[in-house]
C-alpha cells in the first residue's frame, strides 16, 4: 500500500519507531469453525477482491483446492476427515494468515520495511521492499508465506489492510454465507466466540473453546473450534505455536552480539597497533647474514 | 615477478598461488558484505555494494560456491603445512609474549605459526559449514527440499559460522599488517632472509639448506 500510515507499530529490520503517532483499535476475525459449510466462498471473495487468480488445478481426492496456499490462494479451506472422537467428523478450517500479535515473519525478515505491524493488529507485506529470502517462511509457526515464482516476493493475507483502513470488512467476511466468518474489534470477537463456545458446550461440545495462543502473543484472526483440547485435528493447527527457539536466537541476542564482537575484534587490533605496535624487521636484522 | 636472482629474497607463494588466494580474499570479502548486510539492519546499506537488495540477495549464494571451490584447492595444496606439533603447544601458552612483540621467548616457528594453523583450520571448519548450511537455505532453488526444523537450524548456524569466519578473518588482515614484511609474501610472492629468520626460522632453514 502506498498510502502513509501513522499507526505502524512495528517494521521488519528496523530498529528506531516507525510512525505510530495514531492508535487504532486492535481487530479481530473469527472463523468459527463449526459453522463453516465449507463453500469456499471466502476463498474466491479474496481472489476477487485481490484480482490474483489460481492456476486450474488437479482432483487429488479431496475438496481442498487448491491443495496449498501459494502466492495467488492466501486463503484455502482445509478439509480433515477423523474419528477421533468415536464418530466420523469432517473438519473444515479456513487456513490462512494469523495476524500474530508477535509476527515471526517480522522478527525474521531481513528487508527494511518489507513486512509491517499496524496498532490495529494487521501484520502486511509490503512486497516493494521483499528481497525474496525466505527468511519469513522460517519465522512464521504457522507455515504461511508463499514466495512467487513469478516474481520471487512472498506473499501472505494481508487481512484486506487496504478496505479495513477505510472502515469496509475483509471481502472474505462479507462473502460468509453462514455469518462462520465475523470481524470486528479483538474485545467484541472474544465475546461473540464466548457466546458461540457456552452454546456448543451446552449441545456436547465439551472441548469447545477459542483459539487465540498466547505463545505468539494472541492472534488477530482466531478460532472457535468444537475440539480445542486437539487443535492439530484440524489439518496440523499447531497445538501451542511460538516463534521457533532457534530463530528466537538468531535474530534475537545473537544479531546485536555477534555485530558488536566483530566491531570490537577490528577496534581491538587498531588499538593493539598504536599501543603495541607493529613487529618490524629491524636493518641490522637485514644486514646480519645477508 | 620471481626473485630467484635477488639473494636477499626468498620466494613463499608461487603465483598462483598468489592467484587463488586474492580469488579466495575477493569472494570473501563479498560474502561477508553481502552476508551483514542480510544480518543487522545497521549494515543493511553495503547491499548499495551490489546492485541493491534483490540483487544482493540472489547473488550472495553464487560467490559462495566460487569461494568454497577456490578455498578448496587452497586447502589442498597448505594442509600438510599447517599440522600442529608439539612446538605449537608452547607457542599457544606463550600468546602474551607473541602480541608484545617478544618473539625471542618463542619456539622455533616452521612455515606457519601456531596462530596461522588455528586460523586455517578455522577456516576448514567454517566454509565446508557455511556452503552446507547455505544451500539448505538457497531460495528458491534448494530451500523447499528440506524440512522447515532444518532450515531454522541451518540459518543460526550459517549466521553463526560467518560471524567465527569473519572475526576470524579480521584477525588474519591484522597480523599480516602488524607483521612488517608479511605483505609482500602474498602481493610479490616473496619475502625477505631477515623476515624468515626472524618469524619463521625453521622454515627458512629448510629451504636455504642450512644457510
Ligand atoms: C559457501 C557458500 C555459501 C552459500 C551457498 C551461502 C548461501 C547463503 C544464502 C542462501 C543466504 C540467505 C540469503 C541469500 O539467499 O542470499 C546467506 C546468508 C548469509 N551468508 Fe552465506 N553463503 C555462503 C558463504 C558465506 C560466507 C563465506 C559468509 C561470510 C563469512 C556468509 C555470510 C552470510 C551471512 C552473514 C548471511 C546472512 C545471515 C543472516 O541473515 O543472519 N556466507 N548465505
Ligand atoms: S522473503 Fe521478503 S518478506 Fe520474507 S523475509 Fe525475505 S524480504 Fe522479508
Ligand atoms: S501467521 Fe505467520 S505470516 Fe501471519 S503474522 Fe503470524 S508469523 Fe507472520
Request: charged share 20%; hydrophobic share 40%.
Amino acid at each position: 500500500m502506498a498510502l502513509q500510515s501513522l499507526d505502524i507499530v512495528r517494521r521488519s529490520a528496523t530498529t528506531t519507531p516507525s510512525p505510530q503517532q495514531r492508535q487504532t483499535t486492535e481487530v479481530a476475525k473469527l472463523i468459527d469453525v463449526t459453522k463453516c459449510i465449507g463453500c469456499k466462498a471466502c476463498q474466491s471473495a479474496c481472489q476477487e477482491w485481490n484480482d490474483l487468480r489460481e492456476e486450474v488445478g488437479i482432483n487429488e481426492g479431496s475438496y481442498q483446492n487448491p491443495h496449498d496456499l501459494t502466492a495467488n490462494s492466501w486463503t484455502l479451506m482445509r478439509f480433515t476427515e477423523t474419528e477421533e472422537n468415536g464418530t466420523l467428523e469432517w473438519l473444515i478450517r479456513k487456513d490462512g494468515c494469523m495476524h500474530c500479535a508477535d509476527p515471526g515473519c517480522l522478527k525474521a525478515c531481513p528487508s527494511p520495511g518489507a513486512i509491517i505491524q499496524y496498532s490495529n493488529g494487521i501484520v502486511d507485506f509490503h512486497e516493494e521492499n521483499c528481497i525474496g529470502c525466505g527468511y519469513c517462511i522460517a519465522g512464521c509457526p504457522f507455515d504461511i508465506p508463499r514466495l512467487s515464482p513469478k516474481d520471487g516476493k512472498a506473499y501472505k493475507c494481508t487481512l484486506c489492510s487496504d478496505r479495513v483502513s477505510v472502515g469496509l470488512e475483509p471481502a472474505c467476511i462479507k462473502s460468509c454465507p453462514t455469518q462462520a466468518l465475523v470481524f470486528g474489534s479483538k474485545e467484541d470477537m472474544i465475546e461473540h466466540a464466548n457466546e458461540r463456545i457456552a452454546d456448543l458446550k451446552e449441545r456436547g461440545f465439551e472441548n469447545a473453546g477459542l483459539y487465540d495462543p498466547p505463545g505468539v502473543g494472541g492472534t488477530h484472526v482466531m478460532y472457535v473450534l468444537h475440539h480445542a483440547d486437539k487443535p492439530q485435528l484440524y489439518d496440523g493447527l499447531p497445538q501451542s505455536p511460538r516463534i521457533s527457539g532457534l530463530v528466537g536466537l538468531w535474530k534475537g541476542i545473537f544479531k546485536p552480539l555477534a555485530t558488536a564482537a566483530l566491531a570490537l575484534t577490528a577496534l581491538a587490533g587498531f588499538f593493539h597497533y598504536v599501543t603495541v605496535g607493529p613487529n618490524e624487521t629491524g636493518e641490522d636484522e637485514e644486514e646480519e647474514k645477508a | 615477478m620471481s626473485n630467484d636472482r635477488n639473494p636477499s629474497r626468498i620466494e613463499r607463494y608461487s603465483p598462483a598461488e598468489r592467484l587463488n588466494h586474492w580469488i579466495t580474499a575477493l569472494t570473501f570479502l563479498l560474502l561477508s558484505c553481502s552476508g551483514l548486510a542480510l544480518f543487522h539492519p545497521a549494515l543493511f546499506w553495503f547491499t548499495q555494494f551490489f546492485g541493491g537488495p534483490t540483487w544482493t540477495r540472489i547473488l550472495h549464494p553464487y560467490i559462495g560456491v566460487v569461494m568454497f571451490a577456490s578455498f578448496g584447492a587452497l586447502a589442498f595444496k597448505f594442509w600438510h603445512h599447517n599440522l600442529l606439533t608439539r612446538n605449537d603447544i608452547v607457542w599457544l601458552r606463550r600468546i602474551a609474549d607473541v602480541v608484545r612483540n617478544r618473539e625471542d621467548r618463542l619456539p622455533e616457528v616452521d612455515r606457519y605459526n601456531a596462530g596461522q594453523k588455528m586460523l586455517f583450520w578455522t577456516m576448514i571448519a567454517t566454509i565446508p559449514a557455511l556452503l552446507l548450511t547455505g544451500i539448505v537455505i538457497w531460495r528458491p532453488w534448494f530451500a523447499p527440499y528440506f524440512d522447515i526444523g532444518v532450515i531454522r537450524l541451518a540459518l543460526l548456524l550459517h549466521a553463526f559460522c560467518a560471524f567465527i569466519m569473519i572475526a576470524g578473518i579480521i584477525v588474519h588482515v591484522y597480523a599480516a599488517l602488524w607483521i612488517k614484511g608479511t605483505i609482500g609474501a602474498m602481493v610479490r610472492g616473496s619475502v625477505s632472509r631477515a623476515w624468515a629468520r626472524k618469524h619463521h626460522p625453521g622454515w627458512y632453514r629448510r629451504v636455504t639448506g642450512g644457510g
